[in-house]
């Protein structure tokens, strides 16, 4: 009962909730909380996002328990890494949450959601370029992140 992840708890009802959870619990365990936090700041109200704003509600949990999930199979990839490349205290680190091992991941917010960068893109239609789908904006963003990170040198 201490962690409330050990049970997978129900999925949610609502396919697109469901969905986007799954979704969210993969990029924010692959690309940190911020991606999180993100999301909650760019879905307030009444959107398919709205259990980010309730950790009590089972959609939250579920969520949750998908994170987790997340977490251990990336902690599990990079454990089985780390042995390869000679460093052996997987195991400890795969009982921590990914997110306190990525001190150094400092995207900010602003650049993640600047529209200017996809401008030129944007500019052939006279509309910008992120989509309006919540899934497909999550994507949107996390793919974005995804390539920030990429443009860091190791």
Known sequence: PSEGVDVAPSPPRDPTVR???DKLASFVAKNGRQIEHITRQKNPGDT????????????????EYRLHEEEKALEQTRGSQNVKNGGGSATASSSQRSFRHRPNYQTPASALYNVRE??????????SSVPTDPVAMME??????????RKRAP
Not at 48 to 63: G, I, N, T, V
Not at 118 to 127: C, V
């Open 140 to 149: 949107y963003y996390a793919k974005k992140a995804a390539e920030e990170e």
């Open 19 to 21: 969905n986007i959870a």
């Open 118 to 127: 996809g401008q030129s893109e944007a500019g052939r239609s006279g509309d």
């Open 48 to 63: 398919p996002f709205k259990f980010l704003f309730d950790s009590s509600c089972a959609e939250y949990k579920y969520y």
